[in-house]
């Protein structure tokens, strides 16, 4: 995770965990938490719920940035 010289998280911070926030994934993305909200809901992003709490698959994340998959269009 990042240190304490460097508040961002990056790509390589993410690589090993099975899910991240959105609150982590603003910092992945460079995006305000609103896009990254409004993005999972319209399924630009993966994600899945759980109770009020959006999760988002690493892997899946990681695949949608390397351009191996696409997104919904919105």
């Known amino acids: 995770m990042p240190t304490a010289s ?7 911070d993410i690589r090993t965990l099975p899910t991240i926030t959105p609150k982590q994934a603003c910092g ?3 995006m305000d938490m609103d896009s990254v909200l409004k993005a999972l ?3 630009e ?3 899945f ?3 009020r709490l959006w999760k988002i698959p690493v892997p899946k994340l ?3 940035l390397d ?3 696409t997104v ?3």
């Open 41 to 43: 809901r319209n399924g």
């Open 62 to 64: 990681l695949a949608l």
């Open 67 to 69: 351009g191996e998959v």
């Open 6 to 12: 460097s508040d961002r998280i990056t790509i390589d």
């Open 28 to 30: 992945v993305l460079d």
């Open 72 to 74: 919904k269009a919105a």
């Open 45 to 47: 992003l993966p994600g």
């Open 49 to 51: 719920k759980i109770g």
